[in-house]
């Protein structure tokens, strides 16, 4: 059964590669439909029989059912990635992905939000202990542009308050620093002082965002405390989990920081990612000189 390759090729990602889980379950997805495509349309037993056509006509049928780019895109990859392993473990002695063209990807740039949004949004009362914990969630987010994911995997220890920094752990599991401000400090201690404690029910919970129950935060639980709290400011814009993490970017390069000190704090393995910010940064200054200038 083809299907049987995909366990292993998982198996190969999580082990030898590190992958978080949600990469994981990506490839799988990706992976499942195409197999599926393999065996009920292309009418093949084996990978040895798959051809360079079946792929193609596999993304015709993406492109067909209103799949965006990005997404067909995403899925010329995992198909690449599988093909690679089918042959570095012998199973194929050829690679039909091999001259798959990539469909040109649409650059589009992240929703931010303004500075006088973001100050709206952190000016949470802290009356209770989870909005103190709420309020000490989004400051760190945007002092240090973390990925929502690093924020809920956030162990107690990897707080380092005293030295000004906290460390995570990004995707494929590499590790980076990153510094914070006086405002995310201050809320942090606040909440290790006066909240957490009495949200944590077992006292060896190392996680350090809890929900009400006293168990880790999920990815889930913080999207719904973030929609809420964007609704209660007033900010009627879209938010996505990477809003402020995009916003901390772009604010950072709009007051003159190095693009390579935001890509070591953003943990992009690749510049290039970074410069989509550069770009936002671009297209504000455009809006403010046509809003502003008199002969615009």
């Known amino acids: 059964m083809l299907k049987y390759a995909l366990e292993d090729f998982i198996h190969f990602l999580q082990i030898e590669r590190g992958l978080s889980d949600n990469t994981l379950g990506s490839y799988r997805r990706d992976l499942k439909h195409y197999i599926e495509h393999i065996e009920k349309e292309a009418k093949k037993q084996s990978w040895d029989q798959v051809t360079r056509n079946d792929i193609i006509s596999f993304l015709y049928v993406l492109k067909d059912s209103g799949k965006s780019t ?24 050829h690679d039909p992905s091999l001259h798959i063209e990539t469909p040109k990807k649409e650059r589009k740039l992240p929703d931010i939000l303004s500075q006088a949004d973001v100050e709206k949004l952190l000016d949470i009362q802290t009356n209770s202990s989870l909005a103190i914990r709420n309020k000490a969630m989004l400051e760190l987010l945007y002092a240090t542009g973390l990925r929502v994911s690093e924020l809920i995997s956030l162990k107690i220890s990897d707080l380092h308050l005293t030295m000004g920094f906290v460390q995570c752990f990004g995707k494929g599991s590499k590790e980076r620093i990153v510094p ?8 942090l201690e606040q909440y290790l002082d006066l909240a957490r404690g009495k949200l944590v029910k077992n006292k060896t919970e190392s996680a350090l965002f809890v929900n009400q129950h006293g168990r880790a935060l999920s990815r889930q639980g913080f999207w719904k405390i973030l929609k809420g709290i964007a609704r209660d400011a007033g900010i009627n814009k879209t938010l996505t989990p990477h809003t402020l993490r995009h916003s901390f970017a772009t604010h950072l390069l709009e007051n003159g920081a190095d693009l390579r000190a935001v890509q070591e704090m953003l943990g992009h393995a690749d510049i290039s990612t970074t410069q989509i ?13 046509k809003a502003y200038h008199p002969r615009a």
């Open 180 to 187: 914070l401000g006086d405002a995310a400090r201050n809320a």
């Open 70 to 93: 990005a997404t067909i895109t995403r899925h010329v990859s995992s198909i690449r990635s599988f093909h690679q392993f089918l042959i570095r473990e012998q199973i194929v002695p």
């Open 277 to 289: 910010y550069t770009h936002v940064t671009k297209a504000r200054l455009k809006d403010m000189y």
